[in-house]
């Protein structure tokens, strides 16, 4: 058995359609354990719904207080029964064989952890999504950047054992995903063919709270570091390059977009600098 650990937070508009997609597997031998990380809206209950409309035996729900999806992975994995552990986001969709790739891997015991490079970008059609791209740096319709090195720190499925003998993630913000790499002194392996879809924030509300959410982290060289962080996303930087890349990517919104962002960022910096909680 495979093990699918679902970590959620008011997710319940994305939850349906990645729990379809899961379900059209070519592997069938899979459970999918749903945590919700103290969310305030309907993600459990659509979870649940979704589970006796298609009816679906091996799906787990579980609670808890809100910790991060650190925290909510390594509850997750505290109820699996798979040897393989496979993490994915609830706004993610997938391609029929994508479980099936990311571990064909590790079942050929060449890799003890996998992640894909062929992750697109499930709602490029929104101009919003596309800016967040042009934001990051990536490809285009691709959630990584041009010519991505075929390994990396974020593992999408790794060996039950491996995971257990470190004690899983350690919580702390949004990079805490990087913990298991650096806990085990490896990184993921590419696993080709694994293909799946993530969803941008779409919206300057989603992106607000995103970028608030993807800056509380523990940032290289300490408070010295998150320091240099705030600047950068001051006004009158955010101005002068989103302006900049506006113009040399042809996306005249794409100024808004820098402001809404880095505003975010910025409350996210301040928040943590103020009671240091790194939750989402």
Sequence with gaps: MISVIIPTFNEEEVIVSCLES???????DIEMILIDDGGSDRTVVRGKETQKRLRLKN?????????????????????AHGKILVFVDADMTFDKMFVEKLVEPIVGRKAKGT????????????????????????????RHRANYPNHQKVFRAILKSEFDAIGGFTPGGYNDDWSLSQKLGYEAQEAPGAIFYHRNPQTL???FFHARWVSKRNYKLGIFGSFIALIR???PFS??????????????????????????????????????????
């Design 22 to 28: 899961l379900s059209k597997q070519s592997i069938k």
């Design 59 to 79: 799906v787990i729900c579980l609670n808890q207080k809100h910790k991060g999806p650190g925290a909510a992975r390594n509850l997750g994995v505290k109820m």
């Design 115 to 142: 992640f894909s490079k062929e992750e697109y970008v499930s709602n490029w059609d929104n101009i919003w999504a596309r800016c967040w791209n042009i934001n990051e740096g990536w490809a285009e319709k691709r």
């Design 205 to 207: 509300t989603e992106i």
């Design 233 to 235: 996303v001051t006004l």
């Design 239 to 280: 101005i002068i390059v989103g302006f900049i890349k506006s113009i040399r990517n042809k996306a005249p919104l794409f100024v808004v977009f820098k402001v809404v962002y880095d505003f975010g960022a910025f409350c996210g910096i301040i928040t943590t600098f103020l009671n240091g909680n790194l939750s989402k």
